[in-house]
Structures are given as C-alpha cells and as structure tokens.
C-alpha cells in the first residue's frame, strides 16, 4: 500500500496503483519542500453573516488565509464547510479540511484508477490543486464541495465518518464499464462512497403517467444532493389531445406545476441554495404559446402585490407619522390615503424564499425557454407559416402562425418577466459531438450544459485573471491547470454517484466535462480594454480557444491509456467534425489578428452542417461578432498560435476520453472561493458595477471601488493623483479610504486636497475638508461619517462624500476611451452610460465557435428598451451563431423593483405624487374660497350703542376658536325700517366675506371714517365702565361699527379678543370644532354685556324714538320720513303721505 506524506504532517494512504501511467505531473505553481498551505499565511476568524442587523450564520475559530476577502469567507464557509456541532468527528473548522476534502480525495483516487504515472506525480498533483484551491486560480462546481471526501477522511488522520455515513441519504448509482464495453450501473453503499459531483443534469420524460410520476422522484434526488436539471416537455402529448378511451391530456404544463412545487420543496444539498431547473419547449408545440405566457401570468400575481399592496403597505406606515408631523398638504395627504379601504396589514417580502415568491405563485423555480427548431427559424428567414403539431400525431397541424407572431408574444413576456428564453435548436446540434447518434433537446439550468438525455456534466471553472502576469497570460501555468481539472472532471465520472441507473450509465457512456473560466470581464477592465469592443471579443475567443484545445489534447492523452468513453465509436465522426470546425474557427481568428493560416480548407463533408445554419454562416457570424479594427498586442498572438497547435494535434489523437469538455458556466457560489466578489466578474460577464459592498454588523453595507478599477487606470496610464481623483469621484470617501491604506499613502490630506478637479462627488468633498489643518481633523471627520453609515443613519447629504456616484461621466478630463473601458451591465444612478445589448450578444457569438457547450450569459437591457429590441436580440443572435441567449430587462421583475423601506424610491415617490395632489388640492382651494363657518354654538359679545340722542343699535359678535371675529350681526332702530335693514344686510355681506377669507384688516381699513347720515354724537352701553372704548362721535353707522371692531379686536394683539387669552379660547372648543365645552370660569368681560357707562351716571333721559324707524322720504330723500301718529310725515321737507289732513 503506497503511502505519502502531505503537508508535512499528514500521511495520504494512497491505497494500490492503477493500471495505466497516465499523466506525469511536473511542478509548476509550487516548489519542493515547501508546501502548498504555507506559500499563504493563515488565521483563526470568527464569521459572521447578518440579516438586517440580525446575526444568521455563525462559525467561531474558523482557519482561514489572510489574504481572502469577506464575501469569499463568508460565502465559502456558510454554504461548503462540513459540521454542526464543534468537538463532532464531522466538523471542520478550517479552509484547509474543505481543500484536503477535495484534494486529497482526487489524489487517492488518480493514483487507484491509474491517472498518474508514479506516487510523486501524485504527491505533486496534490499539491498544485491545492495551491490552485488556496490562491483562488480555480474551483469546481458546487456539489464537489458538499459531497466530496467525507467517505475516505480516514486516509489522512481525521476521524472515520464511514460507519455514520453508511447508508444515509439519498441512494446513489455509479457506472461501470464491462469487458464488452458496455455500461452498466451498480448500488452504492452510500452516497457518500458515491458522492454526486455533477452539477448539470438532463433528463427525459416520456408520454406516460408511470414516466410523469418517475420523473419526480428523480428530480428529488438530484435536488438534495445539490444540483439541477434540464427538461424539454415537448415530449408530452399537449393540453386536449387524446387519451385512448380516457378523454383529453390535461397537458405538460399541468404536471410541471406539480414538479416545480416540489422542488421548491427541496433545499440544494441541505443549504439555503434553490433548487434550479430548466424547462424547455420546442417551437412547434401545441401549447407553445400558453408557455410563453407561464410565468408571465405569475409574475403579474406578484407585481399586483409588490407593487399594489407593499407600496400600500409603506404608504400607510409613512402616512401615519406624517398625520401628525407633516406638513398641512402632507397631512390632508394622509388623511386621504388613511380613508381608504386596506384589508392585510402585513409586508410581503420579495425574497425567492418567501412567501410570495416561494409558496404562493408558481413555476419559481424553473428557468423557461424554447426551443426554435430549424423549420422554425427556415420559416422566419422565407416569410413563410410555421405551424403547432400533435406530439401524438405530428401530421395533425393544430396551429399555423407566423414565426413573428411567437417573437412577439416571447417579447411581450420578456419584457415583463425576464423569460422565457431561447434556444436556437438548429445551432445547438450543428455544434453538437453527440449529433451522430441524437438530437440534443434540451440544456441544463443555466443552458451551457447541452448534452444527450439522461446524462450529466460536472463543471469546474478558472479565475482567468489569475494567470496573467504583467498583462500577459502564463501560456504554460494555464495549460497546467487546464491538465489538472480535466483529470479531477473525469474522475468524477468513474467515481461519481448519480440518483437513477440511466444517468449513472449515459455519464460513463459520454464522459462529459465542463472545464470554463470567469472573470473575462473583469480581466479586460484590469487591462484596460472596453468589454464591448473588437479587442474584447478577441481576448475572449483565444483564451476559450486555447481553454478547448487543450482539454480535448488531455482527453486525448488519457483517451489512451484508461481508454475512449464508451459511446466514441457511434458519435467519432460529429466528434471529428465539430472539433475540424474549432480549428476553423481559430483560423479565422487568426486571421483577424494577422496571422499567417497554413492550414488547407476541409471539404465540407469533414464540417458539420444544418439546413438552417451552415459552416458559411457560422464563419460568418464569428466575423461579425469580433469585428475587424483590432489593437491588441503581440502577445495575443502567441496565444491564438499555441491554440493552433493544440487543434492541430488533435489530427493525429487516435481516440478520446470525453465526448464534451468545455463551457462557460455561471460561477454563481464558486465565484466566492475564487475571490471574484471582491475583484472580478462571474462567467463571461462584464463588471455590473464599478463598486463592491461590504457587508457590516449593523445590517447596512459599505461601499468600496472595484480593486480592478485602479489597475485598469493604472495600465491606461492615469497618475496615482489621478486615479484618486476618480476612486472617490466612483466610491466616495469610504472607496477612497481604502484605496489609499492600500496604497500606504501617509499624508491623505494632500491627496484629498487634489480632487477639485474631477465631478460633483469631488467638489463636494473638497468643501467639507477646506478648512482641515491636518490628517487628524480628516481622520474625525471620516470615522463620524463611517459610524454613521453603519449604523444607518447617514445624513442624505452625506451619501454622495461618503459613497461616490458609482461613475465617472462627470469627471472632465476623462476620455471616451476611458469611459468605454469602465461601462458596466447596470447604468449607474445618476449615470447614463451602459454596456449596448449588442455588446452582450457580440460576446457570446466570440466565445460560442471555441466551447463544447454554450455561454451562461445574460443579456441585460436598459429599462427603456422596446419589445421590437427584443426581437432583434434574438434574430442577431442567430446570426452570430449563438446557442442560448437569456435577455434580462432592468425592472422587469417584480422582486427586483419594489422595495417596501419608508426611504424606498417607490413609497417615496408614490408619497410624492399624493403629495403633489393634497397641494394641487388645497391650491385650488386657495383659488376658489371656501366659506369656513362657526359651529352651531359659538360664543359671542354683544355691544349696546347709541347714535345722536335716539338712534339705538346692538351689535353681536361671533368668535372663532382662535379669539378672532368670525360674524357681526346687527340691529339699529325698530325692525323693518331701511336704516335696519341696511345695517343687517352689511353685516351679513361682512360676515360672509369673513368666512370666505377675505383679511379682517381690510374691513377695517376700507370702512374705516366712511360718511353718511345717521352720524354724530355716541354713547356706548347705559353704565360708565373702565374697560370704555374712546369712541365718542362716527361719521356713519358703518364707521362707528369699525371703530367698535378695531378696539375689540386690536391689531397689537394679532386681532384676537381683547384681554382674552389665545388657550382659554382653544379650550371652550372641542378638537372637532363642533361642540362647545362648557366650564365653570370666573366671570370675565366675555360672558356679559360691555358696559360701558359708569353706574354713578344721572338717570337716563327720555329718549325720541321716532328716528329710529324713519325711513327715506319719497320727496326730499332725506332720511327723516317718520311715523307722525298713524300716518308717515318728513320732518326735513313736511312731506305728508296721509289723506286726513291732520
């Protein structure tokens, strides 16, 4: 039995060789005597995971290597380290079990299967992956993490899990090949002896209740054990066909609903990973249509609630504090808002595990697409119908439409929703290595997995940026690498589990792998080349060039010595053609690039070909995708000519191990591990956003700048002043702060004092710091903003110092050069600048003629694209070549839009509008009057008064709650006469005017001195009283009325009631200003007459009541027309209007 040692203390029982001297491994990346784990210092970390302010993952002591960031601990450590309980055999507590795990387990088995030519190139083989695992150049997939190596822990000194783990968890089938060449599946004893390390399965279903019902228990296990499937429905019979002697098909839309729930059901491998799913559907489906509509339908439910009644929700919450607090307009806003119907006070939130998207509407977990045949898109290019067919009987035509007829319906749903995708059938199987045997159907979740039925792929992926060193890939060390994957990817196929026998049977029998890389787009920014540019796409095509030709030249190379995959015979001639046409394809690159092409041209019976996409057309596309304008250096060459030589190679391979060995997959959770979410971008994407976030324990987040965003400037040739300039212009204050500890700058205030030259941000900033002395006062200043920030109470103002604006357009200096290098997916807030949809699309046509599979890429779109965009997103993409596009609309989620926070945009503008409509309305209140009356009880004053010697008169007024007159009325001389008459009728108009708004000051100063008879001599009230008004004479009744007004209501106590406090009046008024409080006061001024005559005065004198009924006289018009005994005479002119001649 050989044994080695490993890490210098670790003892790697290898167990007995295998047959075979396979690969002989040479040290690249590490030396001898020094191990892997020490090339990186390592500590001891607590981490940490919090959810609004709210801790939900723990891990205490955990070793880990300095040098990883947050994002990459946090996330490798929640969702991969084995264990819940400290002190158990099974917990690990420290990076380096997770990467022994793999390593070692790889090792033992390489070194039983006969993968290596001796027991040193297996110690050096554990060594390189583990470097590789430490230094973040590589990882695979997701389930090699959850299930790998817990079996065989007992070969290097930790605990024996075997006798725990024996027969726990789901069963698991692995294949074996026999002496005829034959496949055949066998039990294992565990999962664990198993593992499954397959990410990517494709499954079949077939027209039948026993397959429909079979078909979910499949799906279950390969769900919990961590990854997803791909399913093309088409091959259930649609919705109405018949059923022998049974009536109709309830069609494969019912019973996906069915599958989907329960995968929701299920969580990935035991974390809090989603099961994923792809569904399919052909183009010539009965139900096609109905399809495409599926989760637009869905998605509908959650706008109405995201968007309806969470906005409602947020509105509510904000119209209650603003009721009280808000400003008059906000409050009758609330009060409007507050009034109507609201039937569930509760949030719903938007998470995919939620309640509303989780449990409540459907089809959530399932990525849609379909699937346009050939025919389909013959149709389309010839302006011809294509139709709908029964799956039963496809002579029977159930639809003939127009291809554009389904483009737009698709448009129409993606617009909404996000989905359905397309799959370009007709591209997928002229590329296709299996196309021999049979026609691909469908692809795995993420659609860069395209395989025959029943099968599966384990992925694995490079962080690109890794080997490059001074702007130049290290040719050999990513060879290297390549060569160390392939060998762990076809292990996993020997030594793999699977959940039925026919997948265990078909993965052996194809031995797909899936070798890719991420990063691309983070790579161009560091070298300073735009992402949506003829360099771009280059750099892409030749590294995805020399990433397939060396793999197919290892599985070449082991092909030989452990032998072809099983199905080689029936598919070699697709296999040959497809990989004739990647080297074609390199010659066109080369081309492009200037080079000199040798090679003859192959007839085109060694080429693949479609009826609807040949040869011709994918060079073709290829040339359109790239471009022609190329600046690249040199050094781009040596790679496109080394891609060269590893496809011409491939001539003289005799056999090989792998039917399919590259594509470019999603690196959504192994993004962490490889370090991408501190400085990169996932799979072939470009950068969505030139900052990053951490994450703080208060529940907020920190902004920081893209660490590739300072090298990129750096290699355009930007100072270090100048790069600052633009760090804090992006990141703000906080992105600068850690630009600059990484730079090891002393003195930052000189170099904050050199940003008055870039945008608004910087300007800004340098105004807060004018007056700062020293770093000191800078280091105050910048730790209260950061306080603040996490503990979510940053001014407003203070946002934009301390974040930035997320781009650098207002910067003046910058370039268009410069501005292109850092377009993002996303525009940025305040930004205007973007990466073009046919930028995304243009990438995936540059990387598609160099990779077994396909690209998982999005194509994102601004918010304001049309649906006709759409539409031309998928005829381009045709052209180009490309298999799978996924076109995202910015807001086209619902999840994605509406946020429920009170500071949230869409409760902040929905409030807005409410506002804008309480301001409109009280506007045109103050533009039409509206008459503000006095309950039905009021309190009021009466004043007596008396004009000339015999003109008596009463004047009442009515107060408002705020002391202020609201109402006279008036009474002079006997009812009924015309000077009675005339005093009521003004305090009525004078009254109503009041209540009506018009300013009591006017009344007073218009009125005030105006002359007409009765005047003269006043006397105010029957008894001398010390609170008397100095009124003694007026010139009419009208003014003695504004002077009685003036004095009660003086202008030096803002026209309330005199000598009455402002709160006693309040008081006698309820809130509802309807009802009268009634109280027991001390008497005052307010609950009597005034009187104001003193009771010492002489008796009053017999007064001449006649004036006070006199009317106009007909003749003379004065006003003197009195009673003279039973008839009327003028005491002016002796006009009589009697007939008795008394």
């Known amino acids: 039995m050989a044994k080695i040692v490993v890490d210098g203390n670790q003892v790697l029982d290898l167990g007995k060789k295998g047959s075979g001297n396979s690969i002989k491994f040479n040290r690249v990346f590490t030396k001898e005597g020094v191990y892997a784990y020490d090339t990186v ?18 891990r205490k002591g955990v070793e880990v290597p300095a040098h990883w960031g947050d994002n990459a601990l946090k996330i490798t450590i929640s969702k991969y380290i084995y264990g819940e309980k400290p002190g158990t055999p099974e917990y690990e507590d420290s990076l380096k079990h997770i990467f022994d795990r793999i390593a070692n387990t790889y090792t033992v088995w390489g070194f039983q299967l006969g993968y290596f030519d001796s027991e040193k190139s297996a110690l050096i083989f554990n060594q390189e992956m583990k470097y590789m695992l430490v230094h973040q150049m590589w990882a695979p997939n997701s389930p090699v993490w959850f299930n790998i190596g817990h079996w065989e822990q007992y070969r290097w000194g930790r605990p024996d899990l075997r006798g725990s783990l024996e027969a726990k968890g789901t069963t698991a089938y692995y294949g074996v090949e026999t002496k005829k060449g034959e496949v055949e599946a066998k039990k294992s004893p565990s999962m664990y002896a198993n593992p499954q390390a397959s990410a990517c399965f494709i499954l079949g279903v077939k027209d039948s209740m026993d397959s429909i019902l079979r078909h979910q228990y499949t799906e279950g296990a390969i769900f919990s054990s961590g990854s997803g499937i791909g399913l093309n429905i088409s091959s259930m019979r649609g919705e109405g066909e018949p059923i022998a002697g049974k009536g109709s098909a309830a069609g494969p839309l019912s019973f996906d609903r069915g599958w989907d729930r329960m995968a929701g059901a299920i969580k990935s491998g035991g974390k809090t990973r989603r099961a994923a799913r792809m569904v399919v559907m052909y183009s010539d489906h009965p139900d096609v249509f109905e399809f495409v509509n599926t989760k637009f339908k869905q998605e509908e439910v959650a706008k109405v609630v995201l968007q309806e009644h969470n906005v409602q929700y947020g509105l509510r919450k904000l119209a209650e504090q603003k009721l009280n607090d808000g400003t008059p307009e906000e409050q009758i806003a609330a009060k409007m808002l507050l009034a109507t119907p609201y039937v569930v006070d509760k949030f719903y939130s938007p998470g995919m595990d939620a309640l509303l998207y989780g449990q409540t509407i459907g089809n959530q977990n399932a990525n849609h697409t379909v699937s346009m045949k050939s025919g389909f898109w013959l149709a389309y290019k010839n302006g011809k119908k294509y139709a709908t067919r029964w799956v039963t009987d496809p002579s029977h035509i159930v639809r003939e439409y127009d291809p554009s007829e389904l483009f737009a319906l698709m448009a129409k749903a993606i617009w909404n929703n996000a989905e359905p995708g397309l799959h370009n059938n007709d591209i997928i199987n002229f590329w296709s290595t299996f196309r021999d045997e049979c026609m691909l159907e469908t692809s795995n979740p993420c659609s860069e997995y395209l395989g025959p039925l029943f099968s599966s792929c384990n992925l694995s992926s490079f962080n690109i940026i890794r080997f490059f060193k001074n702007g130049r890939l290290e040719i050999e060390k990513f060879k290297h690498a390549i060569q160390i994957a392939m060998l762990a990817a076809d292990m996993n196929v020997t030594k793999g589990g699977f959940p039925i026998p026919e997948i265990a049977i078909n993965t052996v029998n194809y031995r797909t792998t899936g070798i890719g890389m991420a990063n691309i787009g983070g790579l161009l920014m560091a070298m300073g080349i735009p992402y949506d540019s003829a360099d771009g796409r280059a750099v892409a095509s030749s590294l995805a060039s020399l990433l397939t030709s060396v793999c197919y030249n290892v599985s070449a190379k082991l092909g030989s010595t452990l032998g072809e995959f099983s199905k080689y015979q029936l598919i070699k001639g697709s296999l040959r053609k497809v990989i004739n046409m990647h080297e074609v394809m390199n010659n066109e690159l080369k081309k492009v690039l200037g080079m000199k092409v040798s090679a003859k041209k192959l007839a085109s019976s060694e080429l693949p070909y479609e009826e609807s996409f040949t040869p011709e057309d994918a060079i073709e596309g290829f040339k359109k995708s790239l471009g022609c304008k190329l600046t690249l250096d040199d050094s781009w060459k040596d790679v496109v000519e080394e891609a060269g030589v590893q496809w011409a190679l491939l001539k003289n391979a005799k056999t090989f191990r792998n039917s399919f060995v590259t594509c470019i997959a999603p690196t959504g959770t192994i ?69 600059m500890n990484s730079r090891h700058v002393k003195d930052k205030l000189e170099v ?71 377009d993002c997916a996303n525009t940025p807030f305040g930004g205007s600048r973007c990466i073009a949809t046919a930028g995304h699309v243009k990438m995936l046509g540059a990387l598609q003629p160099f990779i077994s599979g396909a690209s998982s890429k999005t194509i994102n779109m601004p918010a304001g694209v049309s649906e006709q965009d759409i539409i031309n997103s998928f005829v381009e993409a045709h052209e180009l070549g490309v298999k799978c596009i996924a076109i995202y609309r910015d807001g086209s989620k619902g999840n994605a839009v509406y946020s429920m926070r009170l500071d949230s945009t869409e409760v902040q503008d929905a409030w807005q509008k409410l506002v804008a ?118 010139k009419s009744i009208v003014d003695l009325l504004m002077q009685l007004l003036d004095w009660m209501f003086p202008a030096e106590n803002d026209r309330r009631l005199r000598s009455l406090e402002q ?48 009317l106009t006289c007909p003749k003379c018009h004065s006003y003197a027309y009195v009673f003279d005994g039973k008839c009327r005479s003028c005491r002016d002119c002796g006009y009589k209007d009697g007939g008795c001649g008394a």
């Open 671 to 739: 993004s962490a591990p490889m370090g991408i979410y501190e400085e990169g971008t996932t799979s072939a994407e470009p950068e969505y956003s030139l900052v990053k976030h951490k994450a703080l324990s208060g529940g907020g987040s920190m902004t920081l700048i893209n660490g590739l965003v300072p090298q990129g400037l750096e290699k355009l040739g930007y100072s270090f002043s100048q790069i600052a300039t633009i760090v804090a212009e992006v990141s703000g204050l906080a992105g600068l702060e850690n630009f």
């Open 752 to 822: 904050l004092r050199q940003l008055d030259d870039g945008g608004e941000v910087c300007k800004e900033i340098s105004a807060r710091i004018a007056s700062f002395s020293d770093d000191s006062q800078y280091e105050i200043f910048y730790k209260s903003l950061a306080s603040a920030a996490e503990k979510g109470k940053l001014a407003f103002n203070d946002m934009s110092i301390m974040f930035g604006c997320g781009h650098m357009e207002n910067i003046p200096w910058i370039n268009e050069r410069t501005l292109a290098v850092f």
């Open 1063 to 1110: 709160n006693y009046i309040s008081e006698m008024f309820c809130s509802n200003g309807h009802t009268m409080q009634v109280k027991s006061v001390e008497k005052t001024p307010i609950q009597t007459e005034l009187s104001f005559t003193s009771s010492t005065s002489a008796k009053p004198k017999k007064k001449d009541n006649a004036m006070s009924s006199a």
């Open 917 to 1034: 409509q309480a301001t409109e309305i009280r506007t045109n209140e103050h533009a039409n009057p509206q008459r503000k009356r006095l309950p039905y009880r009021r309190w009021g004053q009466t004043v007596k008064f008396t004009i000339g010697s015999d003109i008596n008169g009463f004047m009442t007024v009515g107060i408002s709650e705020t002391g202020r007159c609201a109402e006279i009325f008036g009474h002079l001389g006997q009812g009924g006469s015309f000077i009675n008459g005339m005093f009521d009728a003004f305090c009525k108009a004078f009254s109503i005017a009041l209540q009506y708004g018009v300013p009591f000051e006017s009344f007073i100063s218009s009125f005030r001195y105006m002359s007409f008879d009765p005047s003269g001599w006043v006397k105010i009230g029957e008894y001398q009283d010390e609170d008397k008004p100095e009124i003694h004479s007026c």
């Open 41 to 58: 210092k390592w500590v001891r970390q607590d981490i940490k995971m919090f959810a609004a302010g709210e801790v939900v993952f723990e």
